[in-house]
């Protein structure tokens, strides 16, 4: 148990020197008096809070409800911004562009602001991954407040889930089977409340991951956004900071192999999101952990997919609550875990009662015998692609056929629909020029849509293979994350219409059916593109991100290690 004078932001506060005097004035001039903040935890609320971002419209009150808990428990709680950029519905070309942004924005509010320990509020897509990673280098207590997933979206007495059910109409709509007025009442029907998307795409996921590795009280991932016992969990995880500062638990005591293990594992009995193998990748990077690619390929060979829910399954995150949550799934797997480890609620990795078999699978009807995930190599991807073939139809699983070329988005927009494309259900579709520094950031444009001419024959699902990600909300036999990526000279950037390419997904393979020297000839010719920002954070963001295999971090934060504390008394 630490003494007041301990405490971290004592430095800022404490002495009796001018700069501790200029500290203490000033706390006076935001109206809180000494005996209000004198010794106790300086618990910093990082917000990442947007009128941008829609699926944290919420945090605004829930870190009143954390406020609330800290004042509670008798910490000092004062709430930072972060983040502005971290939501991915508006961002253009990708918030994952800005998911390292995020983790420096919150390593360094974290190291030079009076701060003894902090709750970090988000939830959509990359801001999870971008608060851990900044937390884990910095390495002071934190909790994560998920902001929960929105409400279940309604049309026409269906049940819609985001992004997932959007493409599947989209395509409908491009086939000419759905009308204006119908395409209306789906945009004000699909998303209902605030809250991330209600499917396991990347937000449900990782908020998921967040708990597993035990940086959220339990069950906190699975609680919707707008239900009561959001706000609760809000306030208890401002409570329960105050005593993680106290007995100085930090994420470096959390954050260990068995946690990240664990981490792979639910992700894969969830059917997450193909995103989450780049960012544990990264976040264990932070932590000094190895996690690799094929440590989520070997664990989708032994670890079965439970959670029913949309795209691999049927059901929504609302029912995934109701039916237990993610202590829930984590009842059904305790063999696959290690339950006894430090968490930030204290009492090991907690489980609890499944109340719907039919949303929490039992191990012996699952959603998936194995994982339904794969990493794929081959001289088309050398360090690994990705894909989901849980989401993908099953005849795509080994399959052979004639490349057709996209370079870059723009392309593929202008012709993907043109009545001439020279397309059928067995060609290939390539989209080069999309990855970490070619996107840049490896915007989701990885479920490249079936060409419009396909649609109208009634083609679903054909191969798709680019050096991008895709939404964890979306479907489809798509190889994602291609390293190298094209844009640097990986291998995809020397494709051309007509080479025979094959997906062999038992046999985790991914060729160019090309002889070695025409490949070699063919790199020998090709000469590196510019890159795509001359100046600003993107060109910073170049010079030093990493590939899709290695999390996507930059070079100078992907190691563990301490920076000296700020002089500050
Ligand atoms: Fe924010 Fe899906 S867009 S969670």
Not at 228 to 249: N, T
Not at 415 to 422: E, F, K, M, N, T
Not at 534 to 555: K, N, W
Request: negative net charge.
């Amino acid at each position: 148990m630490l003494l007041p004078e301990e405490l971290r932001s004592h430095r800022w506060y404490g002495s009796d020197g001018v700069r501790a005097f200029s500290h203490r004035s000033r706390t006076r001039q935001l109206g809180i008096g000494a005996a209000e903040h004198q010794g106790k935890p300086v618990i910093a609320v990082i917000n990442t809070w947007s009128e941008l971002n829609p699926c944290h419209a919420h945090l605004r009150d829930r870190a009143e409800a954390v406020k609330r808990g800290v004042w509670q428990a008798g910490g000092y709680p004062v709430e930072l911004p972060a983040g502005a950029i971290a939501g991915e519905t508006f961002t253009k070309p990708t918030a994952m562009l800005y998911r390292n942004l995020l983790a420096m924005e919150t390593e360094e509010l974290l190291r030079s602001y009076p701060v003894d320990g902090a709750v970090l509020l988000g939830g959509c897509d990359k801001s999870v991954p971008a608060l851990l990673m900044g937390a884990a280098s910095m390495d002071v207590p934190a909790i994560v407040v998920p902001a929960g997933p929105m409400l279940r979206g309604h049309w026409r007495g269906e049940t819609l889930g985001s992004g997932s059910d959007m493409w599947r109409y989209w395509d409908d709509r491009r086939a000419g089977q759905l009308g204006d007025d119908a395409w209306a009442e789906l945009e004000e029907g699909i998303a209902r409340s605030a809250g991330t998307c209600m499917t396991m795409g990347t937000a449900s996921t990782m908020t998921a991951v967040a708990e597993v590795l035990g940086m959220t009280l339990p069950g906190a991932s699975s609680i919707p956004a707008v239900d009561s016992a959001h706000s609760r969990m809000a306030a208890a995880s401002g409570r329960r900071i105050v005593e993680l500062v106290w007995h100085d638990v930090r994420p470096s005591h959390i954050l260990t192999p068995a946690a990240y293990a664990d981490a792979v594992t639910v992700v894969i009995a969830l059917g997450g999101s193909t995103n989450a193998l780049i960012h544990l990748v990264a976040m264990a990077g932070r932590s000094g952990v190895p996690v690799s690619l094929e440590d989520f390929d070997l664990a989708s060979r032994r670890v079965p997919v439970l959670a029913d829910i949309r795209p691999s399954g049927r059901h929504l995150m609302e029912d995934f609550y109701y039916a237990g949550g993610l202590p829930g799934l984590l009842s059904r797997i305790p063999d696959l875990l290690h339950p006894k480890r430090i968490t930030v609620g204290g009492g090991g990795l907690a489980t609890g009662l499944v109340h719907d078999d039919a949303v929490i699978r039992p191990r012996d009807n699952p959603v998936s015998a194995d994982g339904g995930l794969a990493v794929l190599r081959g001289n088309l991807a050398p360090r690994g692609a990705v894909i989901k073939h849980l989401a993908a139809e099953p005849r795509l699983h080994r399959h052979t056929g004639p490349a057709l070329v996209f370079d870059g988005y723009a392309d593929l927009r202008r012709r993907i629909d043109d009545p001439d494309l020279p397309v059928t259900a067995d060609t290939v579709l390539v989209l080069r020029g999309v990855g970490p520094r070619g996107g840049p950031g490896m915007p989701e444009y990885g479920m490249l849509p079936i060409p419009d001419k396909l649609l109208k024959q009634g083609v679903r699902d054909m191969l798709r293979i680019s050096d991008a990600r895709m939404s964890g909300t979306s479907y489809g036999a798509c190889v994602l994350h291609v390293a190298p990526e094209s844009h640097i000279g990986g291998p995809l950037a020397v494709v051309r219409d007509g080479d025979p390419i094959t997906v062999d997904v038992p046999d985790r393979r991914l060729e160019l059916g090309i002889p070695d020297d025409e490949l070699v000839a063919r790199r020998a010719e090709w000469t590196p593109p510019a890159p795509v920002y001359p100046r600003g954070y993107g060109r910073l963001f170049d010079a030093h991100v990493s590939q899709a295999d290695e999390g996507c971090d930059f070079d100078f934060l992907a190691a563990p290690g301490r920076i000296p504390e700020p002089e500050a008394g």
